[in-house]
């Protein structure tokens, strides 16, 4: 048995919406079991001829193309309404209403791609200016070690960590275009990036002198910067939407030996300081008087020496997964 569904209608000065709803008691018909379902109607002016459609068990939503822009007085070529046919007052605007809900599309258009330009601007200034700040110190940090050799690595910290400090402060941005949903990332790794480079960047480095002239510093240094000099240009080119496939495959590659041997340089630094400031007592913890005494910060120290390990598992299996889901979807442009 055939039956006719139930089709509500609206329109846009460019579309037609169709609402078709299968019942088996579409129009009092009250059968049951398996039926098919014919409607036809003769529009009451030129349609194009690619219909999109979407169906769900009960109903079907057809959107069919005007072939000319305008407002239609009534759908169908005969005046006489079909009794199969109902306005979709959920989707039903007058013509008036619906002027402005495209107004309000085109101008909601405009705000979407200018803040699209400004955050495009913004993420590539910032990469860019990180990636001339670590090709700075790895450049600097390399013809160093060709021209002075083993002495370079007693001098790192001189010469390299105003730029260190500035590219690292810099970096805290990083969390924030993660917390605000400016890139899409999660805001942990990125935090524990951020935070634990900066605890021995700072901390470590910058508040013991003692530690100042070890090579260490050359190590940590050059490990954060080889691969920033990668990372950087491969969200430069992001930021267009495009890739060169040799960078995409060293950014989501290099780390892999970088990463393990970045945090074992960074516990040897550590480790090294832990005796220099239970000597000082620098950023001890005092404690009450009845106590009598204070708590070194060695302690927090060997807390973090676990804590970065742990940053290291999270980070390693983050950045194992974007390695995966990078190769997996090759959706890019190549160059
Ligand atoms: C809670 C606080 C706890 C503190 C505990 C402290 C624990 C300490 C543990 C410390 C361990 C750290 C050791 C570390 O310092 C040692 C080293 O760095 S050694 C050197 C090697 N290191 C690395 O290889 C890591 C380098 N860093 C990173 O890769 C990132 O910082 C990281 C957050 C780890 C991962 O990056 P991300 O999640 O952003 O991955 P993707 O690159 O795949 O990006 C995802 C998408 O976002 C787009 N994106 C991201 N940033 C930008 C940007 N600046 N501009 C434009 N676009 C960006 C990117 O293109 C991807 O988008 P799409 O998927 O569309 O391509």
């Known amino acids: 048995m055939t039956l006719t569904p139930l089709v509500y209608w609206a329109q846009r000065h460019e579309e037609i919406y169709l609402l078709l709803f299968i019942t088996s008691d579409a129009l009092g018909h009250g059968a049951k079991g398996q039926h098919e379902y014919e409607f036809s109607l003769e529009f009451f002016l030129p349609v194009k001829s690619e219909v999109r459609h979407k169906s769900t068990q009960r109903q079907v939503n057809i959107t069919v193309r005007k072939e000319q822009r305008g407002w239609w007085e009534r759908l169908t070529a005969q ?19 619906a002027e402005m809900e495209i ?54 910290f001189h010469t390299i960590s105003d730029v260190m400090f500035f590219c690292q402060i810099l970096a805290s941005v990083e969390v924030l275009n993660a ?23 700072f901390i470590i480095f910058g508040s013991l002198e003692e530690m100042h002239h070890r090579p260490v510093v050359f190590f940590v240094f050059y490990l954060w910067s080889t691969i920033e000099i990668f ?5 430069m080119l992001g930021c267009f ?27 040897v630094a550590v480790i090294q300081s832990i005796p220099i400031f239970d000597q000082t007592k620098l950023l ?24 970065m390990f742990l940053g290291l598992f999270i980070n390693f299996r983050h950045l194992y997964k974007q390695r995966k889901r990078r190769f997996r979807t090759k959706k890019r442009k190549t160059h």
Not at 186 to 198: D, F, M
């Open 79 to 97: 005046e006489r309404k079909p009794v199969f046919l109902a306005p979709d007052f959920d989707r039903w605007l007058d013509e008036s209403d």
């Open 103 to 156: 107004q309000e599309k085109v101008r909601q258009n405009k705000i979407f791609q200018h803040h699209s330009v400004l955050k495009t601007g913004f993420l590539f200034v910032y990469n860019l200016v990180q990636f001339l700040g670590f090709s700075w110190i790895f450049v600097n940090m390399t013809v160093r070690l060709f021209i002075f050799g083993q002495d370079s690595l007693y001098d790192t």
């Open 179 to 201: 917390a605000f949903g400016v890139v899409r990332t999660g805001v942990i790794p990125t935090l524990i990036q951020v935070v634990g480079r900066n605890f021995i960047l």
């Open 231 to 235: 990372r950087y240009p491969f969200y």
């Open 241 to 267: 939407n495009t890739e060169w496939k040799t960078l995409t495959w060293l950014r989501y590659t290099v780390w892999i030996p970088l990463y393990p041997l970045g945090v074992l340089a960074e516990a």
């Open 284 to 307: 001890s913890i005092p404690l009450p008087k009845a106590i009598g005494t204070s708590i070194s910060f060695s302690y927090v120290l060997q807390i973090y020496l676990i804590l």
